[in-house]
């Protein structure tokens, strides 16, 4: 099998190039390793893939409508969709940079998906689409109409785009909503990175609002299971949760984190921040029943993961 991954230089695209490759599958991996953050880090997340004769490299922009056609022509059984723009505050600073690269890349994928006839579009969604939902646990049939930063509403925009190309040209697509992914080589900015950064250096954390916002955090491993599941099964149009479904608050996760470093944190509170909602929590009945999916690692097992790994990489 032949699979093109967009993204595949960042934090779940790497992990998801080197199991694919693991399964004996071809991979053309599209990376533009842009600047949100360092590019070095993309780079040293593929460096062992870069050696594998089954894959290749694509250093385009998902918006490059030639090069993005380039590469799905090369004979490409499935699409995964991971590229986007990433983060609920960046996304509010530069609301129509989102807008390009999310829901334009994908347009332009899409695009490319159905001149090149491939039938398998897996797009990688979040579960920042679900809001400020009420009702918990977040099912994939609720309402999610109203998103509350441009990264969200990009996310389901993309969600409807993708929809639209299954309708109009027979092309099975499957959309997963991430749950807050964490693991080694996790994003620099996001809070578990750059939480265990700081207590490391003895410097404060910053804390937004009293600390008791949740989140359905998810090990890098379950992620990868339940996107290789969804390749697999793709099939009609379909939407599925990838998450733990065991929410942690945010006060805990530092309470845990604290533990697998063996050291204790500064808190700083600060005033919570616009676009960043109160909780997720994902019902994964759905993908349980039709992928498989059965997410094993939890937090404390995934955050001495992570903390080793950190340790290691500051050693280097």
């Excluded at 959309?175 to 693991?183: A, E, I, Q, S």
């Amino acid at each position: 099998m032949k699979v093109l991954v967009t993204g595949s230089a960042g934090f779940i695209g790497s992990y998801l190039t080197e199991r694919l490759l693991k399964q004996g599958c071809q991979v053309v991996g599209v990376d533009n390793f842009d600047d949100f953050y360092d590019p070095n880090i993309k780079r040293d997340n593929i460096k062992e893939s870069i050696q594998n004769k089954n894959y290749k490299l694509i250093e385009a922009d998902i918006r490059d409508p030639d090069a993005m056609e380039k590469a799905a022509s090369k004979g490409i059984d499935a699409v995964i969709h991971l590229a986007a723009r990433a983060g609920v505050r960046p996304s509010i600073e530069q609301p129509l940079l989102y807008n390009d690269v999310n829901i334009n890349g994908t347009m332009v994928l899409l695009e490319a998906t159905k001149k090149c006839n491939i039938k398998k579009f897996i797009f990688g969604s979040s579960s920042s689409v679900y809001g400020n939902n009420k009702k918990v646990p977040f099912c994939e049939d609720d309402n999610v109409d109203f998103p509350i930063s441009p990264y969200a509403a990009t996310k389901k925009a993309c969600e409807l785009i993708c929809h639209t190309y299954h309708s109009l040209y027979n092309i099975d697509i499957t959309c997963l909503r991430y749950f807050t992914v964490y693991g080694p080589r996790q994003r620099p900015d996001l809070a578990i990175h750059k939480f265990a950064k700081l207590i490391e250096q003895d410097k404060p954390i910053p804390v937004f609002g009293d600390g008791s916002m949740m989140r359905d955090f998810t090990y890098i491993d379950d992620i990868i299971d339940g996107t290789i599941a969804a390749m697999e099964r793709c099939s009609g149009y379909n939407i599925y949760n990838l998450g733990k479904s065991e929410p942690i608050v945010l006060n805990n996760l530092i309470e845990y984190l604290e533990d697998a470093l063996g050291k204790k944190a500064e808190k700083q509170h600060l005033p919570p921040q616009p676009g960043d909602v109160e909780k997720t929590f994902a019902d994964i009945a759905k993908s349980k029943a039709a992928l498989g999916y059965n997410p094993a690692t939890n937090i404390k097992q995934g955050l001495e993961k992570f903390v080793n790994w950190l340790r290691k990489l500051s050693e280097q």
